[in-house]
């Protein structure tokens, strides 16, 4: 219990910084979920900023506190973007999340995300059980962007620690360091050194698009006042809480509004109360 207060205590404070600094939040992200993303970046208390322009990806990411950039439904402009976008954040010591959605069922996602992390090191990297592994085992695949619910957390929680630990090893600098934030029904987190699994959640929160892509957007916003273990493991507990505050019988209308509503109203003891994390 002791450990979870003050990991909630350190959560509600990264939430007042973000609030008080309201950073420059950079998202190049899917079509299907870029309002979720700016609306949840900006219940957070950052300000969101969705340019996908190759012309304009190293300006505004130059002036950004913290980057995003999500793999759902890729363009060759998108792509050309993001890599533009990943090159400048590295140039510029600027924290950012590659969101490998969709990496586990297409091929060219996949050798795309490997290309991303070998050459720019993202501060996050964040998939769901299925992409996570497909980065890991080469030879597996899943259907579509959902995760395989056959996959164990025992599994998937080995293969994340020994990604990031893969990473890490052939980074150049320290400061280059990559959290790996595996989204289900028991998210995990970790750097390769340190892990743990944030609980909290609502199946409800598969019941409409975009929610991974919104978590990400979170972790992108705490990134831009926390390092990426710290960022990834406040995003998860808060939007899990923030899931769980939402739950409805009305139906996914009804939750995708009561979520919005809730990111953007949580109180601190919403945070201390409900925070299921072990590490």
């Given at each position: 219990m002791n450990e979870n207060l003050d990991l909630a205590k350190n959560i509600n404070e990264l939430r007042r910084l973000l609030k008080d600094v309201r950073p420059l939040v950079h998202c190049i992200t899917n079509p299907i979920s870029i309002n979720q993303c700016a609306n949840t970046i900006l219940a957070a208390g950052a300000r969101p900023i969705c340019a996908e322009h190759p012309k304009e990806a190293a300006e505004i990411t130059s002036s950004a506190g913290a980057v995003m950039l999500n793999l759902g439904n890729i363009t060759d402009v998108r792509m050309e973007s993001m890599r533009i976008s990943a090159n400048e954040a590295r140039k510029n010591g600027i924290r950012f999340v590659l969101d490998i959605c969709g990496a586990a069922c297409l091929k060219n996602r996949r050798f795309y995300a490997e290309n991303m992390i070998k050459a720019f090191h993202p501060t996050v990297v964040k998939g769901n059980y299925s992409e996570i592994k497909a980065l890991y085992q080469k030879d597996y695949q899943s259907s579509?962007?959902?995760?395989?619910?056959?996959?164990?957390?025992?599994?998937?929680?080995?293969?994340?620690?020994?990604?990031?630990?893969?990473?890490?090893?052939?980074?150049?600098?320290?400061?280059?360091?990559?959290?790996?934030?595996?989204?289900?029904?028991?998210?995990?987190?970790?750097?390769?050194?340190?892990?743990?699994?944030?609980?909290?959640?609502?199946?409800q929160l598969a019941t409409i698009t975009g929610t991974g892509c919104m978590q990400g957007a979170l972790c992108a916003a705490f990134l831009s006042v926390a390092d990426g273990f710290d960022a990834a493991v406040a995003a998860s507990a808060m939007f899990g809480i923030c899931g769980e505050l939402s739950e409805t019988d009305k139906g996914s209308g009804t939750f995708q509004v009561n979520l919005l509503d809730n990111l953007s109203t949580i109180k601190d003891e919403d945070i201390v109360n409900r925070i299921k994390v072990e590490s």
């Open positions: 579509g962007v959902d995760a395989d619910s056959s996959l164990v957390i025992e599994e998937i929680a080995e293969i994340a620690k020994k990604l990031a630990e893969e990473i890490n090893k052939a980074a150049t600098e320290k400061s280059y360091k990559t959290t790996i934030l595996v989204s289900g029904k028991t998210d995990i987190v970790t750097d390769g050194e340190n892990i743990c699994f944030v609980k909290n959640g609502t199946p």
